[in-house]
């Protein structure tokens, strides 16, 4: 049963242009939502996150946007660049999952020159 | 501060071995988790340590998986025996609080 589904295996986007990751979930029982960046042969580092009580987060060039009544987050990277091109992965959480993180099947990012 | 340690980095099993894997997380994080990564799918968690005690292992084959952390830091997962389809990255995080967490490097499990 996937509870968070990132509909889109992959995303190519020219350097300086915004790249836009989408993330859908069906449980309403999420309250904290991250993003993940993930390199070959790499753990999944921390990106940017939001909590439910708000629908953007803002850090650098890494904007996040939450839909509740859609069920539907999405990063926005703006302007790309090369360095970005990476897997990033969408993860949710309920108050009483004790942090445990329900994964997306994750977005491969390619921003080319 | 130094990362989520995890050892090996890669192995290569023939189905019905036995494998472990070992993880230090960083130091003070009291929450440990081990998550199994297929290829093409996203991290899927397989226990959660509270400290030395399980919060979370209802998603661990528990016929053939088992974990313990003892004294409350390393910690160790193990499969045995190893099935083709537990090939996968398996994952170790360490978290403080309610933040991100911090994941290691993981170790890629293959099962032949």
């Known amino acids: 049963d996937q509870q968070v589904k990132q509909n889109s295996p992959s995303l190519s986007v020219q350097e300086g242009r915004i790249s836009i990751l989408n993330c859908d979930y069906t449980?309403?029982?999420?309250?904290?939502f991250l993003w993940y960046k993930k390199y070959p042969a790499e753990g999944p580092t921390f990106l940017i996150s939001?909590?439910?009580?708000?629908d953007k987060n803002e850090d650098g060039r890494f904007t996040v946007f939450l839909n509740k009544s859609a069920k539907h987050l999405s990063l926005h990277i703006v302007p790309s660049q090369p360095g970005d091109s990476a897997v990033y992965f969408c993860a949710a959480r309920t108050l009483n999952s004790g942090y445990a993180l329900n994964f997306g099947k994750g977005t491969s990012l390619l921003v080319t020159p | 501060e130094a990362g989520v340690a995890q050892s090996p980095r890669y192995k290569i099993i023939e189905k019905r071995q036995s494998v472990a894997f070992w993880c230090n997380p960083i130091s003070g994080h009291a929450t440990l988790y081990w998550y199994q990564q297929i290829l093409g799918q996203g991290p899927k968690l397989l226990i959660q340590?509270?400290?030395?005690?399980?919060?979370?292992d209802s998603q661990l084959p528990k016929d053939r998986f088992s974990a313990e952390r003892l004294k409350g830091v390393d910690s160790t997962l193990k499969i045995q025996p190893a099935k083709l389809e537990d090939s996968a990255v398996y994952l170790c995080?360490?978290?403080?609080?309610?933040?991100?967490?911090?994941f290691g490097s993981g170790t890629r499990l293959t099962v032949v």
């Open positions: 939001i909590s439910s009580i708000k």
């Open positions: 995080a360490s978290s403080l609080d309610r933040g991100g967490y911090t």
């Open positions: 340590f509270q400290n030395n005690g399980v919060v979370d």
């Open positions: 449980n309403s029982m999420f309250d904290y």
